[in-house]
Every structure is written in C-alpha cells, then in structure tokens.
C-alpha cells in the first residue's frame, strides 16, 4: 500500500479516534437540564475509546496497520515490526487527525449555551490539579507508562502470526477500554499522545505545560512493550512489515 495512502488513512483513524473518544466526554458524559442523569458517565466514554479503535481496526486496519497512536507507532517500530523510516509520517498524520477532531469538536460543542471550554477541560489530560483525581505527577506518569506498555502487549500479542485471526481487532478494543475504566480517574487517560495534542491545543495554559508527560510517559511504556513482547514470545524481527495484520 503506498504510504500516501497509509498516511491518510491514519489521519482518518486518528480523527475518528478523538471526534468519538473525547466527544464523548465532552458533549455525553453528563447531562443538566431535563436531560440530567441521562449521560454515559466514564464507563461509557471508556467503552467509546475502546469502540473508536475496534471499528477503525476492521475498516482501516489492512491499509495502514491502524496505529492511531505515535506511541503504537514507536513500539512496533522497537519490536521489529514497522519501518523506521516511516515512523516520523504516521506520526506526523497521526497528530494531524487528532488536531482536526479536536477541531470538529469543538464546532459542535460550542453551539452549546454557555459552554467553557478551557473550563470544562476538553477532554484533556493532566497531574496534580489537573487530574481528574488528584493524582501526583509520579502516580500520573507511572500509570501512563504501565498502561501504554500493556496496550501495546496486547497489540503485539493479539497481531502475532500465530494468534486466532480475525480477532484482534476486540482485543485491542477491549484493552483499550479496560485501560480508561482504571485510569480516567488519574490521568483522564492518554495513553496516546495525539490525542493528548489535540485537546491540549484548544485548551493551551496548564494543559499545554503537562502536555510533555503525556508524550514521554506513554513512549516509555511503548518501548518496554517492544523490547520485552519479541523477547518473551521469541518473534522473530522482521522489518519490512510496514503494519500488524487484522
């Protein structure tokens, strides 16, 4: 597949990924008014995270591996999995699609009476004051970097070879929504830093000061997970697979 192609199709999942994950949280997680207590809560914006990257597995995953997620990107690339020389343009497409969600975003929440973004957060990431728990910039940073490491075993494990076919696609989901169910209350999770940026960037002030951590911690994370994953299921290194198969 030519890489403008993989290239748009990233920008697309990573789009799609912040327009449903973060519009989510931000236009259905709670309700006032007569619709109040009609909304999804975390549970449901957790299920729509994970629901944004099942879908967009089946629809883009045979074109462009549907990372969506520089830190996807980079673990691959560590596992021996993903070119690295096209790891700085999914990353670049990644970020992109994330930004024009956020984008779209917040269009449509701002035909709302009275909505604040910068006080309502957009959805955004952070520590400290930031968090949606409170939770210190160690406990916020050490949280990002075992769930990203663990998404991307599950990654790595549910596109191996040797996995049932046709079913990662709901692992990686489900790993996804398992990972917003235990870490919204710290981080409002990230595990992605595109879809850090985008929010971030509406947001701007503190969110944009934080914003680092959300891009190193799940890099870190990304890279145990590639160093450690081929080592344990003894894969072999096989660099000319531009993307895992769905």
């Known amino acids: 597949m030519q890489l403008s192609k993989r290239l748009t199709a ?23 008014g007569p619709l109040h207590g009609l909304g999804i809560g975390f549970v449901g914006v ?13 629809a883009i995953g045979h074109i462009s591996g549907c990372h969506l997620n520089p830190a996807v990107s980079v673990g691959l690339t ?23 969600g956020a984008v779209v975003l917040a269009m449509i929440a701002s035909g709302k009476p009275g909505f604040d973004l910068v006080a309502g957060g957009f959805a955004s990431n952070g520590y400290g004051d930031r968090s949606p728990g409170h939770y210190s910039l160690v406990a916020a940073f050490i949280c990002e970097v075992v769930m990203t490491a663990f998404f991307l075993f599950v990654i790595l494990g549910a596109t191996d070879k040797r996995a049932p076919a046709g079913f990662a696609p709901i692992a990686i989901g489900l790993c996804l ?15 992605n830093p595109a879809r850090s ?28 997970a590639g160093v450690v994953y081929p080592l344990l299921a003894a894969e072999r290194r096989i660099t000319q697979v531009s993307a895992p198969s769905f």
Not at 46 to 58: D, I, K, P, Q
Not at 78 to 100: H, N
């Open 46 to 58: 957790s299920l729509a995270f994970g629901l944004t990257v099942l879908t967009m597995a089946y």
């Open 78 to 100: 560590v596992a021996g999995r993903f070119p690295a020389r096209d790891l700085l343009p999914y990353i670049v497409a990644q970020v992109v699609g994330a930004v024009l």
């Open 10 to 32: 990233e920008l697309f999942g990573t789009f799609w990924l912040v327009l449903g994950g973060c519009g989510s949280a931000v236009l259905a997680a709670n309700f006032s």
């Open 197 to 224: 940026t985008g929010p971030a960037l509406f947001v701007g002030g503190a969110a944009m000061d934080q914003l680092w951590m959300f891009w190193v911690a799940p890099i870190v994370g990304a890279v145990i």
């Open 177 to 191: 929504t398992l990972i917003h169910l235990i870490s919204i209350p710290v981080t409002n999770t990230s595990v």
